[in-house]
């Protein structure tokens, strides 16, 4: 007899728990067009933020919950009454389709060091906390943090009075990734066997990596019958991340012996899609030996591996890259192409943009077709990319001229625009970047010390779209992540770095 195919909720966090890696915070744009991106991959539920933590976290949610439609909204909260009101009113514009997500520390080591407060004080906090949120909204999660070091049977306990005070959703996280899969899938087992009603709700877990295990913890309790999976794309998250969602999702769907027919809504062709937007927008560059999305995850450079790829696909490619995303870009456009070209090309691509937007973007495209014959769909993400990333600029790039030669010392002299000043200076330093960033600092005032620096590729040739991606500390106090995109490496370079001090200054 053929077995029933089971249905998985895909509950993403990108955006809430993705986006507390350090440096890797995004715009209210840059969230909105993340979400719009998570709907169109077919997640469930969107984790749009922590509303009461500040008011752009705020006021973000709320954006997400008016404009992004299909999945449920989440906006999460401790148990505590001002969390829990700030959450309803973010998510107000979702009417029937949000979500509060609440939690509190169940764990022994919490309860004794962070709370201070004994079992019973934490079951009649949870409770409320549920009570409250149910005044406000039909569905509620409660997530008993740090449930893997949890003792089983006050876990239990208290899972059973969330449920009784109207939680529909009861979540087993894995905070700081301690557990192993099968003493984790043993967990889940124990909690369907001791609580009553557990039937009623859907199970969810939520695993962290730290010992890189995310992924097989959540996949085991999965298999012991958790119908809800939280992660990220790409895994990013806090310390060494969360479980990451695309290789979830690929395993269940290429191992159906393993884990039985589980269906979820997730449309696979978007996963890279998702993936390299994440990617962009957080500033967070996926690994090339990233499974599933990685440059190299489709790559064979071995002799016999390519000799059997030639010969069947599956002798050495478990996944068809072509299902998840892997796949030439459409016909390029050319300098010749006109607005409305361009224009359809970018709703095809799924950016819906203002008028004002698309003219910015029209005109970079003018600007780089006159340098490169073809203009492909990543150089086209890139400049949306940089169009959505683009914050009030206090200094605008007006004229950069770098001196290189062999032997010399490097100098640029920078020309910036504050308000109706124009701005002048010239520096001295190690290279032409480094003496190009000396010149804006001499200019504004800041001083930033340049953690990370990354340069890539957008598409192949010589002649390619250079996307440079930087992390700067300034004063030790403001960790900032930005990116810019240029034919031209350096200018690149000092935009990414001009960004950088734009947003510092905000």
């Not at 409320?128 to 006050?154: C, H, I, M, N, W």
């Not at 003493?183 to 889940?188: N, P, R, T, V, Y």
């Amino acid at each position: 007899m053929e077995m029933t195919a089971k249905r998985l909720i895909v509950f993403d966090t990108t955006l809430r728990d993705g986006e507390q890696c350090p440096g890797a915070s995004m715009t209210s744009r840059q969230k909105l067009e993340v979400a719009k991106q998570l709907a169109r991959l077919g997640v469930d539920v969107i984790e749009a933020g922590f509303p009461v933590i500040s008011q752009g976290d705020f006021e973000s949610v709320s954006e997400i919950a008016a404009q992004v439609k299909g999945p449920k909204i989440c906006g999460l909260a401790r148990c505590l009454p001002k969390d829990i009101e700030a959450a309803a009113e973010a998510l107000k514009p979702a009417a029937d389709a949000a979500r509060i997500h609440v939690f509190l520390a169940t764990s022994q080591i919490h309860r004794r060091f962070k709370l201070a407060k004994d079992e019973e004080e934490i079951v009649r906090i949870a409770v409320e906390g549920v009570r409250l949120a149910k005044r406000y909204v039909q569905d509620v999660e409660f997530s008993a943090e740090d449930a893997s070091r949890t003792e089983p049977e006050f876990l239990a306990k208290i899972i059973q009075k969330v449920i009784e005070a109207g939680a529909t959703t009861v979540n087993i996280p894995d905070t700081v990734g301690y557990a192993v899969p099968e003493e984790f899938a043993s967990l889940i087992r124990y909690l369907f066997d001791h609580v009553q009603d557990i039937d009623k709700v859907v199970v969810s877990v939520h695993c962290h990596n730290d010992l890189g295990l995310a992924v097989a913890n959540s996949l085991a309790a999965i298999k012991a019958g958790a119908r809800q999976v939280e992660g990220t794309i790409n895994g990013i998250g806090e310390r060494a991340g969360n479980a990451a969602l695309e290789e979830i999702i690929m395993a269940l769907h290429t191992r159906p012996d393993a884990f039985g027919k589980i269906e979820t809504g997730i449309q696979l062709k978007e996963i890279l899609r998702t993936s390299r937007l994440v990617s962009r927008m957080s500033g967070l560059a996926v690994q090339r030996n990233k499974a599933v999305v990685g440059e190299n995850a489709f790559a064979h450079a071995a002799g016999i591996h390519q000799d059997g790829i030639l010969k069947k696909r599956e002798t050495y490619e478990i996944i068809d890259p072509k299902i998840i995303g892997w796949e030439q870009s459409e016909l390029p456009l050319t300098k010749h192409s006109g607005r409305a070209a361009l224009e359809n090309r970018l709703k095809i691509l799924g950016f819906e943009l203002e008028k004002e937007e698309i003219d910015n973007i029209f005109s970079q495209f003018k600007q780089i077709g006159d340098k490169k014959k073809f203009i492909y769909d990543d150089d086209l993400v890139s400049l949306v990319e940089g169009q959505i990333s683009r914050i009030k600029e206090t200094y605008e790039l007006e004229y950069v001229a770098v001196t290189v030669c062999s032997g010399g010392i490097p100098m640029a002299t920078i020309k910036l625009r504050h308000g109706e000043e124009v701005l002048v200076d010239a520096s001295t330093g190690d290279g032409a970047v480094d003496a190009a960033m000396k010149a804006v600092d001499r200019i504004t005032g800041q001083h930033g010390h340049l953690v990370e620096y990354e340069v890539k590729s957008v598409t192949e040739g010589k002649d390619a779209i250079g996307e440079v991606t930087v992390k700067v500390n300034f004063d030790s106090k403001k960790l900032v992540t930005a990116k810019a995109a240029s034919t031209d490496v350096i200018e690149a370079s000092i935009k990414a770095y001009l960004n950088a001090v734009n947003k510092a200054l905000l």
